[in-house]
């Protein structure tokens, strides 16, 4: 499981568990404890996380912050723990009296859901006042987690955090400010696109009229733009479906007669038939034939272990389907352990649905476990 999938994780966790959790000491040991593990520090290494750790701040002897991550002997990262329910706006305070006596460059505020990464961007030593990265681990984003992962102690690296923390925080900033802009146009902004619209003065009235034009008008724009990109999006899609299937249902040409194999166009209509049905559960693509003179058999990836059922039309009077009701005992040697049912004609054949898919089901947890098994032999 790599770093992204253990975060999300975790997240999952903390929702689930959350309404069970009473105390801030509950909240360190169910979430956060877990959540320093993850970034590769050992919780329980006094060298690596320090609980309790001692900040003085001036005369005040014996102030402590709830852990400190050390890295080389020296505290890099302090952090502030907080009941869940907790604010943690009414906090900051805090966490800024002990990173101003401390070495480390970077400063957490969290409540086991909102973590709030602190740095002295601004002015050196001094904490600033916003933080340059925060989320919520419950609906963490990708290009969070990304920043996250810098945080990791195999990566660790002063210099790289704090070169991309800068232009972070300022982006995040810029953000919040262009939300607040669209949701609540402020005086100024109505006035700067009220002027490139409104050939006269604008009058309090005017301004007044405008701010709800504005309001509408970038609702407008914004779901016009939503549409247009689910539009484009699944254009796109349909296009990319249509030429994949063009290019896959195409059947395989016919072979030759040289090798005494004729494959009639009823076995090509069979093929189409149980095609449809896997359909259900197998990409187009994977479902391929080979004929013999003996049968024409359908395949998953064309792989002859992986028998799908055998047609069996060569007989001018009777037609047989051969269903593998114990896929898992054919060797791929050309052992014929398929159990074959009569059709009266080739609709009969989706009658056969539900072996058919049982079939494929098999083969697809097949794979499932097959990799799995991968995964805990090769742990990244």
């Known amino acids: 499981m790599d770093f992204k ?6 997240g999952k966790k903390v929702s689930e568990l959350k309404s069970h959790i009473q105390t801030e000491e509950a909240t360190k040991n169910a979430f956060i404890m877990p959540f320093i593990g993850l970034l590769g520090f050992d919780v329980y290494d006094p060298r690596e996380v320090v609980p309790e750790y001692v900040t003085d701040i001036g005369t005040k002897k014996g102030e402590k912050i709830d852990y400190a991550i050390f890295k080389d002997g020296s505290p890099i990262i302090l952090v502030e723990c907080k009941h869940w ?15 101003h006596v401390s ?31 925060e989320f919520d681990i419950t609906s963490i984003k990708d290009v969070q987690i990304n920043e996250l992962k810098k945080f990791h102690k195999t990566v660790f690296d002063v210099e790289s955090i704090t070169n991309t923390a800068s232009e972070l925080k300022y982006t995040n900033e810029l953000r919040q400010a262009f939300h607040r802009e669209i949701t609540e146009p402020s005086e100024s902004f109505v006035k700067h696109f009220a002027k490139q619209a409104y050939g006269g003065m604008v009058t309090s009235r005017i301004l007044e009229q405008f701010t709800v034009l504005l309001k509408r008008s970038i609702t407008q724009y914004i779901n016009d733009l939503i549409t247009e990109r689910f539009k484009s999006a699944m254009e796109s899609e349909e296009q990319k479906k249509s030429e994949e299937e063009d290019k896959t249902q195409a059947l395989p040409e016919e072979p030759g007669q040289e090798d005494g194999i004729i494959t009639t166009e009823e076995e090509l209509e069979g093929f189409r038939i149980i095609k449809a049905i896997l359909c259900q559960k197998l990409e187009s693509s994977r479902i391929t034939y080979r004929d013999s003179k003996s049968y024409f058999a359908i395949l998953l990836d064309d792989n002859a272990r992986k028998p799908l059922c055998r047609l069996y039309f060569n007989s001018v ?3 047989h389907i051969g269903i593998f009701n114990d896929p898992k005992n054919f060797q791929g040697s050309g052992q014929k352990n398929d159990v074959r ?30 990799i799995e098994t991968t ?6």
């Open 103 to 133: 070495p480390a460059r970077f400063g957490i505020l969290t409540n086991g859901i909102q973590y709030r990464f602190y740095s002295d961007l601004e002015a050196e030593n001094k904490m600033d006042e916003k933080p340059f990265l």
């Open 341 to 370: 049912i009569e059709l009266e004609s080739l609709e009969d054949l989706y009658k056969h649905s539900k072996e058919l898919l049982e079939t494929a089901d098999y083969y697809l947890k097949s794979n499932e476990s097959a």
């Open 85 to 99: 329910e907790q604010n943690l706006s009414i906090h900051e305070g805090q966490l800024l009296r002990y990173y």
């Open 317 to 319: 009077r009777k037609k």
């Open 5 to 10: 999938d253990q975060i999300r994780q975790l």
């Open 375 to 380: 995964s805990e032999l090769n742990p990244e």
